[in-house]
């Protein structure tokens, strides 16, 4: 089976059909009031879960009153609807069958690293020839779970400390052959170097798996996205990757309930309950970044200008504390391996107001140049445009993608092999600077819509 993965759109979408309905509560405060569940209850609602450390609590309810008699609560902010959204777009796959040197001509005993041009892009080889491969560092991959059992990822996840936040799905996928977006992700981030398949941008680092999406539909509630971070910051996550997002428009949305045919159920998500959703996951963000854990996040596939897009907000690209990542590509890699490797991503979102820096994310443009050329690279024969998609890990093997989710793991990947050579333990606003003082400054001089700080560069980082 041949096809092409573009991990595109990450719209909203209904929230979950079934009744009671969910909602996010959130304190004025970090402190929530101390007998909330009496309080809750007594305005016709169940308190499940909660979060005191930031704030923040869920309740649930089939009242139409709870959110205002809830809101009356002293010491509540806010109560809005607890949404599920579509963080990611399922995609299609693509089946594939000391000194260190670069794709396509390695030499390397891991049979598919000759595939991965990204690492070419951000001098990985060169940073593991300096003697950096990101041990010690602990990279939490918030997806939609991880097969541990893939022979690349198996050393280096952390089974124990890996958890799901996602109702009836275990943080281990299930087994078979299949795109999976959070194994492709942690692949990339930390595949071992074992002689086996691909390598990761910090082969040593170890990887821990929160689920806080659905395997099956790439969706899940702003809850269970709020948990995991401060999860991961609560288990000494020294990277958070979210390869993930959500666009919205800020004045809100009529939110059809899952049942588009009928309308009798739909509600308004106004432009305070946009804002309060947005303020609940910068909350989380904001606890793991003064716990000491870099928050990286993807850009967002939507070719957003983010500088004249006002009405638009992008989560968690937008969020305070955020490493936001755009995504770049080669076009014809397979045809002429010294192509750049560093053009804008057709379908990035940018604006010097979101990107703060760039990485190698795939691309399809060579499709339209020929889309019926074939190419043979490291023994492998495709379609010409595949080779410029980014290889990586799935369950039973091995897939192409494209999207800024691929290109936001080559930054986490790099920041594990920075904080590495830190000892193991470092700010992220230190972490920051040096991803951002040790790209490669691409387009205009200084920031760029396109590549922020530049294309981060991995030799560069480590010396």
């Known amino acids: 089976m041949i096809g092409t993965t573009v991990a595109l759109s990450l ?14 509560i959130s304190a004025t405060g970090n402190a929530l009031p101390s007998q909330l569940a009496s309080q809750i209850a007594a305005a016709g609602g169940t308190l499940q879960r909660v979060m005191p450390n930031i704030g923040l609590a869920v309740a649930s309810s089939n009242s139409p009153g709870f959110p205002a008699a809830a809101s009356k609560i002293s010491g ?39 595939l991965q041009w990204g690492h070419d892009a951000v ?75 691909i390598i990761g941008i910090a082969p040593q680092a170890e990887i821990v798996a929160v689920k806080v999406l659905s395997e099956y539909t790439g969706s899940g509630e702003f809850y269970w996205i709020v948990e995991g971070i401060v999860y991961a910051a609560d ?22 309930n899952g049942t588009p045919a009928d309308p009798t159920d739909d509600f308004k998500v106004g432009a305070n309950e946009v804002s309060e959703l947005v303020t609940a996951v910068g909350r989380a963000v904001t606890y793991a970044y003064q716990h000491g854990t870099t928050v990286i996040a ?8 983010k500088d004249h897009s006002a009405d638009i907000v992008s989560v ?48 399809f443009m ?36 494209a999207g800024t989710s691929m290109a936001a793991p080559h930054v986490s990947g790099v920041a594990a092999l920075i904080i590495g050579k830190n000892g193991g333990s470092m700010p992220p606003a230190q972490v920051e600077a040096a991803l ?17 700080a530049g294309r981060v560069n991995a030799a560069n980082a480590v010396n």
């Open 11 to 24: 719209a909203a979408i209904s929230s979950a059909t079934a009744a009671p309905r969910s909602y996010i």
């Open 76 to 114: 509540i902010r806010s109560v809005v609807p607890n949404i599920r959204v579509q963080w990611l777009d399922p995609g299609e796959q693509v089946e594939l069958a000391a000194d260190f040197g670069n794709p396509p001509n390695s030499g390397d005993n891991d049979t598919r690293f000759d």
């Open 123 to 197: 001098d990985a080889p060169e940073a593991w020839t300096a003697g950096y491969f990101g041990a010690g560092v602990r990279v939490a991959v918030l997806d939609s779970g991880v097969d541990a059992t893939h022979p690349d990822l198996a050393p280096n996840v952390n089974t124990t400390l890996s958890k799901s936040f996602v109702p009836g799905e275990n943080w281990q996928v299930q087994p078979g052959f299949y795109f999976n977006h959070g194994t492709h992700v942690a692949g990339t981030i930390a595949a071992a170097d074992n002689g086996i398949g």
């Open 235 to 256: 288990i000494g996550a020294d990277v958070i990757n979210m390869s993930l997002g959500a666009t919205f428009p800020r004045h809100g949305w009529m939110d059809d």
């Open 298 to 305: 993807s850009a967002g596939n939507d070719g957003i200008d």
């Open 316 to 363: 968690p690209g937008d969020v305070q504390n955020v490493i936001t990542v755009a995504a770049t590509a080669p076009v014809g890699w397979g045809v002429d391996k010294t192509v750049s490797l560093d053009n804008p991503a057709s379908y990035t979102n940018f604006g010097t107001s979101e990107i703060d820096v760039s990485a190698p994310g795939g691309d």
């Open 366 to 401: 060579y499709y339209f140049v020929n889309p019926t050329q074939q190419c043979t690279v490291a023994g492998l024969t495709r379609s010409c445009y595949v080779f410029d998609y980014v290889l990586s890990d799935i369950p039973g093997g091995y897939s192409w993608a």
């Open 436 to 452: 951002k003082k040790s790209a490669d400054d691409l387009g205009k001089p200084g920031k760029d819509p396109f590549y922020g």
